[in-house]
Nanobody, 123 residues
Framework: QLVESGGGSVQAGGSLRLSCVYS????????MGWFRQVPGKAREAVAI???????NYGDPVKGRFSISRDTAKSTLFLQMNNLKPEDSAMYYC????????????????????WGQGTQVTVS
């Protein structure tokens, strides 16, 4: 079960931190990621973290967003700084077993157990 939170409405240039509780998943065996989607468009990968803590970011968010996790609390974070209106979307977290290949090369449709999402609106 993945449960996202932390979304909201902010002005351009502001910051938000999203959280995703990944209860029941061994972080050492899964790739974990943040994704976003706007109506009418395909879901896109925002940030991925591997079992070994390697991180990868989508080009639109490089230098502004940071993915991390607190393993003691089974929580994945997405720190979003210098937000832009084009960052407005529903944000989701999801996981995929790490045994299937390099995390950042995995197609989005391989990720499973999507949470309900949290809305981010930047004006």
């Amino acid at each position: 079960q993945l449960v996202e939170s932390g979304g909201g409405s902010v002005q351009a240039g502001g910051s938000l931190r999203l959280s995703c509780v990944y209860s029941g998943y061994n972080y050492g065996r899964y790739c974990m990621g943040w994704f976003r989607q706007v109506p009418g468009k395909a879901r896109e990968a925002v940030a991925i973290i591997s079992a070994g803590e390697r991180t990868n970011y989508g080009d639109p968010v490089k230098g502004r967003f940071s993915i991390s996790r607190d393993t003691a609390k089974s929580t994945l974070f997405l720190q979003m700084n210098n937000l832009k209106p084009e960052d407005s979307a529903m944000y989701y977290c999801a996981v995929v077993p790490a045994s299937g290949g390099v995390c950042y090369t995995r197609p989005i449709d391989e990720f499973k157990n999507w949470g309900q999402g949290t809305q981010v609106t930047v004006s």
